[in-house]
């Protein structure tokens, strides 16, 4: 039962770690041969605890384990599992009606998501917007429009970038495991281009690395090919990337003087996970295109891709769509989903989360000497795991103690081209004590792993 339901912070699920079997204990053991069974290998798995409820920063599983949240099914749950005004929101639309498709009879709960992203996205400018179902979707969806705005073929994507698995985003994704491999031929025309990332390029400024990547446009692409320049403004699945101040910018400006559309592929980074309602308001980058999915719906399928009116409406009438994209209940979810956000100031939890997380990093930085690189931005923050005192990767390390805080009943996730970046994502209503009780598990880890 619900404590409160007007107070729309509160989960019935108790905040704490309770650990009372093993992790995966027998009954999550039990499904999981059943899964085994029935569902496709290739699929993958992070933790075989099988969750029957979650809320605020606990997962609860079938053998009763209440496990601590550092991933938030992947930054989707930015305002918390089953939060209390989505749950209203959803149980209200889903007893009025399912499913009409909006390309046959609409509905307002469409057209208010696609207000709500018009006014909450970067620019100054008469904007619109289209709703999906996957981010990978969206980013398709964002080519598209890209494309038929400017006649052009050529899509500029970066190293390490992730924009998803169907077969254009996989060839827009960098990394061949798992994303890729056997699963070829990809679509044309994607070209990828170097990325700023200061731990590895030996601090270079963003701007500088922007000159090379516009060079090499100008040598090898010809600008005046190029429809689109596609990039997350902090790459997710690729390590929380952090491009050097400048770097965006100087290819939004590339971007301007040459006809070019600059999407900003905000999936991972949307909705109040950097500490911003959006990561490219941290430098003022005003995107032309942005994708958003994830943390838009807490919980439910939605994507969708906004922007300049006029780009929006280049494809011909009847160019985009798809059967279920901006589903009625999906819909409901993201305007309680954003009311929730605005009402218990996220942006806000996000910077108190981030303070918390980089100095718990920094500390086990410091006592154990494998940690190179501390970064991310709100309550998107990651550690680059290596050999002690260098830049070399140690992704063994980084999945050994990842295993062991699952163990310990707590979810983090991996992330990175090389594997050895632990990426920490809580939902934004965490509490402090949770947060830091995760950190504690995570600090014991390394401790742990390493012997020390
Ligand atoms: C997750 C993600 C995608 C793909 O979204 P799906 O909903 O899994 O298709 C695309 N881009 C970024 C940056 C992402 O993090």
């Known amino acids: 039962m619900l404590i ?45 605890a099988y969750i029957t409820a979650a809320g605020g920063g606990i997962l609860v599983d079938v053998d009763g384990n209440h496990l601590i949240d550092l991933g938030a099914g992947i930054a989707v749950v930015n305002v918390g599992n089953s939060a209390p005004r989505v749950v209203d929101a959803v149980s209200e639309q889903v007893a009025a009606f399912t499913h009409t498709c909006f390309m046959v009879t609409p509905y307002e709960g469409y057209v208010a998501v696609c207000e709500e992203l018009n006014r909450l996205t970067p620019g100054n400018y008469a904007k619109k917007s289209a709703l999906f179902n ?37 060839a827009m994704t960098a990394k061949n495991m798992p994303y890729k491999n056997s699963f070829g031929p990809f679509a044309p025309e994607i070209y990828r281009l170097p990325m700023s990332y200061p731990f590895h390029d030996g601090g270079r400024k963003g701007p500088e690395v922007a000159l090379d990547v ?56 949307g909705f109040c996970r950097t500490g911003d309602w959006f990561a490219c308001d941290d430098e003022g980058i005003v995107p032309d295109l942005m994708t958003t999915a994830k943390g ?63 100095t718990r990093l920094e500390a086990i930085a410091a006592a154990t ?51 050895n970046v632990i990426r920490l994502l809580p939902p934004l209503v965490i509490g402090d004590d949770l947060l830091n009780e995760g950190l504690d598990v995570l600090e014991a880890a390394f401790i742990a792993e390493l012997a020390l």
């Open 4 to 48: 409160a339901m007007t107070d729309h912070s509160i989960t019935s699920v108790p905040q704490e770690r309770r650990l009372v079997t093993e992790i995966p204990g027998p009954l999550s053991l039990e499904l999981q041969a059943r899964r085994t069974a029935a569902v496709s290998s290739a699929v993958g798995g992070t933790l075989a």
């Open 134 to 170: 996957s981010g990978a979707e969206a980013v398709e969806n964002a080519i598209k429009i890209a494309r038929a705005h400017t006649g052009r073929q050529m899509v500029v994507v970066f190293e390490h970038a992730y924009h998803g698995r169907t077969n254009l985003t996989m």
């Open 214 to 269: 516009i060079s090499r446009i100008d040598k090898e692409l010809g600008a005046q090919n190029v429809a689109a320049i596609v990039i997350e403004p902090i790459q997710g699945e690729g390590g929380f990337i952090v491009p050097a101040p400048g770097f965006l910018g100087a290819l939004r400006e590339f971007a301007t003087d040459n006809g070019i559309v600059f999407v900003a592929d905000e999936i991972q980074t």
């Open 296 to 358: 838009i719906a807490g919980g439910l399928p939605l994507a969708a891709v906004t922007g300049r009116a006029d780009i929006m409406d280049s494809a011909h009438v009847g160019g985009l769509g798809g059967t279920y994209g901006g589903n009625p209940l999906a819909c409901a979810a993201a305007l309680a989903a954003i009311e929730t956000m605005t009402e218990l100031d996220l942006t806000a939890a996000a910077r108190r989360i981030e303070s918390i997380m980089r």
């Open 369 to 419: 000497g494998v940690i190179g690189d501390i970064r991310g931005r709100g309550a998107m923050m990651a550690a680059e795991i290596v050999k002690p005192n260098s830049s070399t990767a140690d992704p063994d390390l980084t999945s050994r103690v990842a295993k062991a805080c699952h163990a310990q009943g707590v979810v983090v996730l991996t992330a990175g081209t090389y594997g």
